[in-house]
């Protein structure tokens, strides 16, 4: 069967109710774009949300969707894709719902490795609830909340991921929707847990908190594009690079070191250290910040595991039957 | 020097017959009581005998030895009748140390036997145990009928030669207790045999001790001096047909296993670990040949919320918890609740608040599971009254759910899920068909889908599974229209929406049974029961109505939300109303809130199941 669908056939007859200027929008608008293009029929698509201005995004997409409860939505989706591993599962989340309430959850899918595509709207703050600091906000933020400034040191979202043996870890912008798109297929082409940190911009209660990614002049001084097999070399003029030294990732001039030294961007290491040392040479959306894909390994998945399981064992028992369970512990005649 | 022999004495004098006997074992939790107390059961199971066990165990896995925060008993009662209950005092105590001795001589019944293992009875032990002078030598059991046997030097004795050497021979003490307790009640001592045999396959050495230690007590039986005369309960005249014993943590298991195969879905079980209800993860996890998952989850909202998720895949979903675990499913029950999928949680009641007492018996959980719940948000709520009824039960749970398109919460307890009775295997083929089929084609105009479009009977949305072609939607905690399931904010929506799903459920009760009174002799009273009471409250009434001819009827409620519909006029017939309850009368305030009838409760929440006695005696308070 081809599959020939436009966007549109991912839009619904609900109008999104985010507020005018949400980079919830282009986020929308990218994901209809990939499900349009991604080669799985729309009825075998599923996504699964917590709660938050991000979790809103199922009802916006015309496929089958849950908009679950807060923190919940990866072990809701493990249920779904280890009974339905048929299914493509995708989890939309924030940074609040997947990092503070929910945050044993994701982290419990993503070492499984459960075969589920988690999309993380990280905007830096709780909006829904209008503008109180979240997990991942920076350390003194002022909110309604933290009114002479938040004492939480925040999660690195990629770190979290990365430690905890992620198969799959991508970070991509709002504000450029072919990459989007593009970490989107990287993900559903990965066999196994997926997490990709989307970075959003909230224009009501944080705006511009990406503005050293998304700023006409800034953005090309600090976005780099990791390409697996390619030296990591970034800035307005390629002028700068990533290097490796005694384990820890550190940015330097091209001029300043040898050719041979630039570190050559490898997804596949099975050792997750690189691209944790990686995940540190940015603290926040400030400055330098790398974009694309820190790793993508192969591991079994949780899913084919389970199902495999229970093949096996009616393999090897033949089919369960009740007259034989219900005698199974020995049995005597009145 | 042994007094071992290779084979097992011959009897000589025929013994005396009893009609019921109540035996505990009693000692520490490494002693192996939980063990010998299930040997003794099944082989009086497979003699024929009625019978009903209750165990009882510390939380701790090893409490310090000697210690009486670290016993471990098992009490089970066998007759040659139908009986009910486990039995209230018991007439024969196996203490295997001071400790034991001292936390159950007090329930041993006047003139009972007492088996001692004199070796446990040195000086640092019954300090540990709080006893100033030895009561085995100080006049403590005068009046008890006491038989002491050094069971640490016997099984020393008996093991010798086994292969098993050191520190591990002394495992085998509790089959040699077991063995002189076989001798003195004749129980056949095949069943033990094969059983070790089965067990210790691979390690023939333990099977050996093991068999020479049970050896060793019947024929210590034989040889004492202290024993006169051995016992025996005939088999009891059971309705005829093939019976296994079961423990109602099995019997849920196998329940859910049935429903999955007569509703035609895989079943998937997503739980975290929680006494007691971890059985039944443990049975399902055996048995995946049923298309059954088993999923150990990160924690009870996990294992509620996986649940949610296999269920909206198409798969009859199901937790398993103890109270602490309900507490985190509630939110979870209400996105169940709201998104109107199958569900069911088996909540196995244990002593609360709090971590309470996790391996105690409570049935406080009643209200929680009526209203524990955030908005209005109702459902069905049925208990299992025996461990065997967990079967039938739990069944009947997945077929409301399945039906009804509905969470439903089975209420089980400690007493039983641990504990176990015979089963009249019932006929599987005769178990209906509860398959509900998925909705494959739009149901609105437009090729539309409306997925709360609801059965004018039933009041259930249909079950639209991701895969479906054209009935791609969504659902989700926010209020939807009643129709396309859009979000919806109209407050004459939600009201609506409000009222469907609490008729819904309501209106459940009329596809179950009514409730049936037993009322022979039309009594002024009547002893209104749920759960695990029932067999104490049966017991209670039988006797009373046997010994001492007293009028009185009884029923019992398995479907508590919604309640039988002739429950109402039941209730008004009577002049009084007993509610006999282990909690501080929960069922008694949802009956008077219903029925505006003044119900008459008796509570007991010290964590141990009623006595036969203590039902008997209000009775007879209400009758004066």
């Given at each position: 069967m081809t599959l020939d669908y436009k966007r549109a056939d991912f839009q619904t007859d609900q109008e999104p109710r985010w507020c005018p200027g949400c980079g919830d929008y282009t986020i929308l608008s990218s994901a209809q774009k990939h499900f349009a293009q991604m080669g799985v029929a729309r009825e075998n698509i599923v996504l699964i949300s917590g709660i938050g201005c991000a979790s809103r995004f199922p009802y916006y997409v015309n496929t089958y969707g849950m908009h679950s409860i807060h923190g919940r939505a990866p072990a809701i989706a493990t249920g779904l894709s280890v009974s339905r591993p048929d299914l493509s599962v995708w989890v939309i989340t924030g940074d609040g719902d997947a990092m503070a309430i929910g945050g044993n959850h994701l982290i419990h899918a993503l070492r499984r490795n459960v075969n589920l595509k988690i999309l993380m709207f990280n905007n830096q703050i709780y909006g829904l609830t209008k503008g109180q600091y979240s997990p991942t906000s920076e350390p003194g933020k002022r909110t309604k909340s933290s009114p002479e400034g938040s004492l939480d040191f925040p999660f690195n979202p990629i770190s979290l991921a990365l430690g905890v043996e992620a198969s799959f870890v991508a970070r991509t912008l709002d504000s450029d929707p072919k990459h989007t798109e593009r970490i989107l297929q990287r993900a559903y082409d990965h066999n196994g847990s997926a997490f990709v940190e989307i970075y959003q911009n909230c224009n009501v209660f944080n705006d511009k908190a990406f503005i050293e990614l998304t700023g006409k002049t800034e953005r090309r001084a600090n976005r780099i594009y990791m390409e697996h097999g390619e030296p990591m070399i970034f800035g307005a003029e390629n002028e700068n690079c990533v290097v490796i030294e005694n384990g820890q990732a550190k940015f330097t001039r091209v001029a300043d070191v040898d050719q041979r030294e630039v570190y050559v961007h490898d997804e596949?290491?099975?050792?997750p250290s690189v691209a944790f040392a990686l995940s540190r040479l940015n603290k926040g959306p400030n400055g330098p910040t790398p974009l694309g894909v820190y790793r993508d390994v192969d591991r079994d998945t949780y899913d084919e595991s389970f199902i495999q399981q229970v093949a096996d064992v009616t393999e090897k028992k033949g089919p369960g039957d009740l007259q034989t369970l219900v005698r199974s512990l020995g049995t005597w005649t009145a | 020097m042994t007094e071992t022999t290779s084979t097992f004495a011959e009897r000589s004098d025929e013994p005396e017959v009893l009609d019921r006997l109540t035996i505990r074992f009693a000692g520490d939790s490494g002693d192996g009581m939980q063990l010998a107390g299930n040997r003794f059961t099944d082989a009086s199971a497979l003699f024929g005998n009625d019978l009903a066990t209750f165990p009882s165990f510390p939380a701790e896995i090893r409490a310090p030895a000697g210690t009486i925060a670290g016993v471990s008993s098992f009490q089970v009662q066998i007759a040659d009748f139908d009986i009910h209950t486990?039995?209230?005092?018991?007439?024969v105590l196996v203490a295997m140390n001071p400790a034991a001795m001292m936390a159950h001589l007090k329930d041993l019944r006047p003139a009972g036997t007492i088996i001692v293992n004199t070796d446990a009875f040195d000086e640092r032990n019954l300090k540990k145990a709080g006893y100033v002078t030895n009561p085995v030598e100080d006049g403590t059991l005068d009046g008890y009928k006491v038989i002491t046997i050094p069971m640490e030097r016997l099984t020393k004795d008996a093991v010798k030669g086994s292969g098993v050497t050191g520190?591990?021979?002394?495992?085998s003490k509790n089959l040699l207790a077991l063995g002189l307790v076989a001798w003195l009640y004749n129980r056949p001592v095949e069943p033990t045999i094969e059983w070790l045999e089965g067990k210790f396959a691979k390690l023939p050495e333990v099977l050996e001790a093991n068999r020479r230690a049970f050896m060793g007590g019947y024929n210590f039986g034989h040889n004492t001096e202290q024993i006169a005369l051995t016992f025996n309960v005939e088999p009891a005249e059971l309705p005829p047909g093939e019976y296994t014993n079961i423990s109602g943590n099995i019997a849920t298991a196998w329940g859910l296993i049935a429903a999955a195969q007569k509703a035609g879905l895989p079943l998937f079980y997503g739980s975290y670990p929680i006494t007691p209800a971890t059985d039944i993860l443990h049975e399902l996890a055996r048995h995946k040949n049923f298309n059954v998952r088993t999923f150990q989850a990160e924690d009870e909202i996990a294992g509620i919320a996986s649940a949610i998720g296999a269920a909206f895949g198409g798969s009859l979903g199901i937790t398993g918890t103890s109270g602490p675990g309900l507490a985190l499913k509630s939110e979870g029950l209400s996105l169940a609740n709201m998104i109107e999928l199958p569900l069911v949680v088996v909540d196995v009641q244990r002593g609360g608040p709090s971590t309470g007492l996790p391996t105690k018996v409570e049935q406080s959980d009643l209200l929680f599971a009526f209203y524990g719940r955030h908005g209005e948000s109702p459902l069905p709520i049925l208990a299992p009254s025996s461990p065997s009824d967990a079967f039938e039960t739990a069944f009947e749970a997945c077929r409301i759910a399945l039906k009804y398109m509905t969470p439903v919460i089975l209420l089980s307890d400690n007493t039983i899920a641990n504990g176990s009775e015979p089963w009249l295997l019932p006929d599987l083929d005769a178990l209906p068909d509860i398959s509900q089929p998925f909705v494959t084609a739009p149901n609105g105009e437009d090729d539309k889908y409306l997925p709360y479009k609801r059965d004018p009977e039933t009041f259930a949305r249909s079950w639209a599974v991701p895969g479906t072609a054209g009935l791609e939607h969504r659902v989700g905690g926010l209020e939807k229209d009643?129709?396309?399931?859009n979000v919806s904010y109209v407050p004459e929506n939600h009201q609506a929406m409000t009222d469907v799903r609490a008729w819904k459920v309501a209106n459940i009760c009329h596809d179950i049974p009514e409730i049936e009174v037993d009322d022979?002799?039309?009594?002024?009273?009547l002893i209104l029961g749920w759960g695990s009471t029932k067999t104490t409250i049966t017991a209670a009434v039988n006797r009373m109505r046997r010994t001492e001819g007293v009028i009185v009827a009884k029923a019992h409620i398995r479907h508590l939300n919604p309640f039988p519909k002739n429950l109402g006029s039941v209730l008004a017939q009577y002049d009084k109303v007993l509610v006999p309850e282990m909690n501080s009368g929960q069922l008694k305030h949802l009956l008077r809130a219903e029925f505006l009838r003044p119900i008459h409760g008796l509570s007991k929440v010290s964590s141990e199941p009623f006595k036969v006695r203590e039902i008997e005696d209000k009775i007879r308070e209400l009758l004066k």
């Open positions: 596949a290491n099975p050792d | 486990a039995g209230d005092d018991p007439d520190r591990a021979v002394l495992r009643s129709i396309t399931g022979p002799d039309g009594a002024d009273l």
